[in-house]
């Protein structure tokens, strides 16, 4: 069945249209709640949101759905996406609902889905909600709704998880830290999670106002952060987007250093320690060569998945990975929880940062990463991947590429755009490569 509500990462769109409306919402907490009614327990579910003006008339409309169907609903306000796996699982909740879009800018919201595992949906579950979304709701006699309550101390169980993801002797005393929150969920959490270990915080993107989420500041839009780490002297930044299961990290030379790197670091670290597991790293088509390179080096592997956190966490599960995320700043450490978490990503690198003794740019370089160039190219509607005139531009292009490099074209799946990346030694031919793509799709378009 084709897909109408549900893309790479739950239901988003722009709020008020298409998907993403009340109503929608409203049907959306029906279906899933109905899903999830098992047994004779009082069934539950987590809510939490982000900052965005949205989230209030989302959250409304999922409790109305939610307890017409006889669930009961636990409500935390903003807190980042992994707090609400973690308490799904911790709270025994059926289900778990995160109101975000992740790094998108404020006018768009989101619906993600966590099982009573705190993992994401299966794509069978996430079918199994569609098809009852096309159906009326059972709706529960009067007596059976459920009931809806506020829980003030969702953000301390929280940051005394995160805590525990760093060794109890270590502390970031002596360290000062940048954190950019994205006036996102994690505004007070990740400023509070660190500073409680140690460290001198310097925080910004840390006063949501409902319209500014992920606008100038976050892992997305780093030249504040850049410029704020080398003004502070600081030792390092930590940029976190809008739901904060994604980190990007700024050296004190105010350089970014992307999630390949920071799998290579964590990674190369475990595999010392013997903790290591599954032998490598899962990450996603986009990740650079460099750090497949790196990871053979030390006899470990690379697996690829396509791309969407939810299938590198897949392919953790069945393979037995602790280690894996995407380029873009996921980072899944399932030892430390079940999605990504960039609270918990940042905790580890500033522990690896106090253990080396090393300035964050000497210790976060840990490999040399291949050229590499991505374009995107927005586009009305139609289908410009099916152009016979693009196939046959991007046949020629991996026949130039073959055996020097890589060539990853996609559709994203949560916005009109056709991403193009291609990677190789030769940077001047991996730029012309992806031009002569992204000018076929733009004609095509």
């Known amino acids: 069945m084709a897909r109408k509500f549900f893309g790479t990462d739950g239901i988003r769109g722009r709020t008020n249209s298409g998907v993403m409306t009340a109503a929608t919402a409203m049907r959306v907490g029906q279906a899933a709640g109905t899903h999830f009614l098992r047994g004779e327990h009082r069934h539950r579910v987590v809510i939490g949101k982000d900052t965005r003006l949205s989230g209030y008339m989302m959250e409304s409309a999922l409790v109305a759905g939610f307890t017409s169907v006889g669930m009961d609903v636990i409500m935390t306000g903003p807190l980042p996406t992994p707090a609400i796996a973690l308490l799904t699982r911790e709270m025994r909740a059926d289900l778990g609902v995160m109101i975000s879009a992740s790094h998108n800018p404020f006018e768009d919201n989101g619906i993600k889905l966590f099982g009573p595992d705190g993992f994401k949906l299966s794509d069978e579950t996430e079918a199994s909600i569609e098809r009852l979304l096309e159906q009326e709701p059972l709706l529960v006699e009067p007596d059976r709704i459920g009931r809806a309550r506020r829980i003030e101390d969702a953000r301390g169980r929280y940051i005394h998880a995160v805590k ?14 940048v954190v950019d929150c994205a006036h996102g969920a994690a505004y007070q959490v990740a400023p509070s999670a660190i500073w409680e270990l140690g460290a001198e915080v310097i925080a910004m993107g840390v006063a949501p106002d409902g319209i500014n989420i992920n606008d100038g500041v976050g892992s997305t839009a780093l030249d504040a952060i850049k410029a704020r780490v080398v003004e502070e002297g600081a030792d390092i930044g930590i940029a976190l987007d809008g739901d904060a299961d994604r980190l990007i990290v700024i050296d004190e030379q105010g350089e970014a250093v992307d999630g390949d790197q920071l799998m290579g670091l964590i990674a190369s670290r475990l595999h010392a320690r013997g903790d290591l597991t599954g032998g490598g790293v899962v990450a996603t088509v986009m990740s650079n060569l460099g750090l497949e390179r790196y990871l053979a080096s030390l006899g470990l592997t690379l697996e690829r998945t396509k791309v969407g956190d939810r299938y590198v966490l897949e392919r953790m599960r ?14 899944i450490l399932t030892d430390h929880g079940t999605t990504g978490d960039g609270t918990v990503a940042a905790l580890r690198v500033l522990a690896s940062l106090v253990r080396s003794g090393k300035p964050a740019s000497e210790l976060l370089h840990v490999f040399d990463p291949v050229p590499q160039v991505l374009k995107n190219v927005r586009y009305a509607g139609g289908t410009p991947l099916e152009s016979d005139t693009v196939k046959q531009v991007i046949a020629e ?19 009109p755009v056709i991403r193009v990346m291609a990677e190789g030694d030769d940077a001047g031919q991996v730029e012309a490569v992806v031009d002569r793509i992204c000018a076929a799709v733009k004609d095509a378009a």
């Open 164 to 177: 525990q993801s760093v060794a109890s002797d270590i502390r970031f005393d002596g360290l000062k830290v």
């Open 318 to 331: 069945e393979g037995g990975f602790n280690v894996g995320g995407e380029q873009s700043g996921h980072m």
């Open 397 to 415: 292009a991996e026949q130039e590429l073959a055996g020097k490099g890589r060539l990853v074209i996609r559709p994203s799946g949560t916005e």
